[in-house]
């Protein structure tokens, strides 16, 4: 008799209990007490197994390893606000000593247009003069 369904039928035995929303939140909450915690290390201390500590990582908190250290693949909106707000922090304490030597060094690089060694129409239209 030929298959109709793409589904997976039903089937005897023990069903899945190690990729669950409790095992999830311990898992996530071992790595941001130790970033640089191995698989193997939480597959021991949460007794399940290693594959479903993998899938629970990788694909349902979405880390991913840096530098042996997990961090995670998407920033935040917790996180994007901080970068915002330490950005606008940064140019509002920027002065006009600091802007003149930086520049001297970078103007061909940054400001498309203006010849590297002529930075007098840079300082003129920054209001540097």
């Given amino acids: 008799m030929a298959r109709t369904g793409l589904q997976d039928e039903p089937r005897s035995g023990r069903p899945n209990t190690a990729n669950n929303d409790w095992n999830t939140a311990r898992v996530d909450e071992l ?12 597959s021991l201390k949460l007794d399940i197994p290693k594959t479903n500590v993998y899938d629970t990582v990788h694909d349902k908190l979405g880390y991913r390893k840096v530098s042996a250290r997990w961090v995670p693949k ?46 007098s129409s840079l300082e003129m239209k920054l209001g540097y003069t």
């Fill in 31 to 42: 790595i941001k007490v130790d970033r640089k915690v191995k698989l193997k290390e939480i």
């Fill in 74 to 119: 998407m920033l935040s909106d917790e996180h994007k606000r901080q970068r915002v707000e330490i950005s606008k922090s940064c140019c509002t304490g920027v002065n006009k000593k600091v802007m003149k030597p930086l520049m001297w060094g970078l103007a061909g690089t940054i400001v498309p247009g203006i010849s590297f060694l002529n930075t």
